[in-house]
């Protein structure tokens, strides 16, 4: 029997929500600040009138009583409330700039940007002002650290850990979830100041942009890159840059946020030997080499390309893009879309598998892909083994692990989930008379949150399709739990006793 | 006598030798069929983003044939979707002088451009773009203003004052 959520729970939520909104709120002076300083007043002003609603919504909310009951099931609640309301609102500015065709489109770039996928809807982004601009890789950055994990440093407060989990972070680094969430960050700062140092000096000195707008184009990228989003600052994605050193600088910036946060504090503390065991870093170099061989070979029987540098550079960039989740192109989507065959097949799987658990990427996961193989060559063993041989079923991930049959339920449960995701939006798609294989590429694009595109996300799409995409990417960025035990919760308020 | 020029006249154009033609192409055409357009064409739009000059003597930056090379969203422009855009590199001596490439409440300069389309270049790792022999200025470029949305400062205003009256007067433990 579900029990109906009382006034209490809906307080306890209201404070939750209120320590979130008034966060993304206080984030929102920064573009409310660049577009003062550059004196793009209209921007300013609908910057102004999101942080306001931020702010107060914010703090009617922290009015309630404290959060010392948050329970599980609030928890999920608060996540997925947050991932409603703040794309709702943070849509705003989009709005009003005019750039967007209405307020679905909106919606879709500020869900896109969020949940770091990277499909985008914008129009005439080469004119678009730069406090929007940074706004919407802004968003990237908020999705990808975690919004929670910020509200989490800012207050302190009850609840930490089903926020933190719910907000598909699996596993914490240390003893608490509050310096856990404060690692996060600081990794996130320290990669901050280098990746946009290195690609503010390439696009200044080798691709000789002048000082500020080399700058402006590193911190854009590094955004977009190291939380694998896939927002770019021009309408030629990566392309636009006509150069393998930026492209190389931008592919280290990816790989750093498809790695789990777990493995950076492996590295952070020397422990490199962790690193290599991993069951992640093995399932995922092997992913990455499979799906690449695919795409190269592809590649080649088409005959796109006449030269082997050719087609491994722009093979290589388009597969590590969808395998971490980034969504950066250096081809057009029109070009994208004839890459038929194998090279089509490999990049499908290189966006459905994504990155690693707990990183800023999204997919399947390398953990669920290499718990899967696992149990899978284990059962086949036992089969095969004499009755009563023993068959080791560990793994390595942040320390010896036993694979249990639980566990390996839950990540199949979970891949199975991100299947039927992407068919449902494949299905849709062909609806509407997408053919086959473009309409699975974009529905693989956004549920896996990864934002390549063949050319059917655009302004002119039906609406319904805009809103499928929409509900893909934050399915899959908060890896169905959270928006499943919201339902949930909807359900028991309207039916339980 | 005026048969005699005539007949003159066709001889000339029939024997002087031919110039081979160069195709003016769209871009949107030149994006969507980019492998059928070997060898010189002719482009024309807006030049966008960065002028970024390289240590060989070149400049890459962006040509966009789009509506909103004519009329962008800002300056009442129609919505027609994404840009249409490719990556141009220029003799750095043809650049000088240009406006600044477009950019917010800027439209850079409208040329036409003709070169070698490098669809796939294998000297540069793949890459498609225009290798540019020629730039004809058609338009320079503008700036335009976009105003204050006063309305959403006010209601921005109210909020946060609102807030911070709520904040103030909140109910304190104890």
Known sequence: MLIKPVAEDFRVIAHSMGRIFVVVGLAGLVPLGWAAAGREWHPFSSFLLMIGIFLFLGVLGLRQPGSDRLDWSHGMVVVALTWLLVPIIGALPFVLSGHWGGEIDALFDAVSGLTTTGLALVQDLDHLAPSLNFWRHLLHFLGGQGIIIAALIVFAGGGALTLYLGEARDERILPSVTSTARFIWSVSMVHLVLGVTTLGLVAWRVLGFDLPRAFFHGLMIFFAGFDTGGFAPQSTSVGYYHSAIFEATAGVLMVAGAMSFGLHYALWTGRRRAVLENLETRTILSTFGLTMTMTLIGLAVTGLYTHVIGLTRQGFFQVLSAHTGTGFATVSATELSTWGGLAFGGLCIAMALGGMASSTAGGVKALRIGITVRAIVNQIREVLLPEGAVVGTGFNQAGRRRLTPQLAQAAMTISLLYVALFLVGAGIGMAYGIPLDQALFESVSAGANVGLSVGVTQPTMPVLLKLVYIAEMTLGRLEFVAAFAFLGFLYAAVRGK | ?174
Not at chain 2, 42 to 51: A, F, I, K, R, S
Request: charged fraction near 20%.
């Open chain 2, 1 to 174: 006598m005026r048969r005699l020029l005539v007949l003159c006249g066709l001889l000339v154009l029939i024997l002087a030798p031919s110039v081979p033609a160069v195709a003016q192409v769209p871009v949107s055409v030149l994006i969507t069929d980019p492998s059928q357009y070997k060898g010189t064409v002719t482009v024309q739009g807006e030049l966008v983003g960065d002028y970024g000059y390289r240590s060989d003597g070149t400049v890459w930056t962006q040509l966009n044939d789009d509506s909103y090379a004519r009329e962008p969203l800002l300056e009442g422009g129609e919505r027609t979707g994404g840009n249409v855009g490719i990556g141009v590199r220029i003799p750095a001596d043809l650049v000088a002088g240009l406006d600044p490439p477009g950019g917010y409440r800027k439209r850079g300069p409208l040329v036409q451009l003709t070169g070698e389309w490098e669809y796939h270049d294998p000297d540069r790792g793949g890459e498609s773009y225009l290798d540019v022999a020629e730039l004809v200025l058609l338009e320079p470029g503008r700036e335009f203003g976009e105003g204050i949305s006063y309305p959403a400062v006010i209601i921005g205003a109210a909020f946060i004052g609102a807030a911070g009256v709520l904040w103030l007067r909140r109910p304190r433990s104890g």
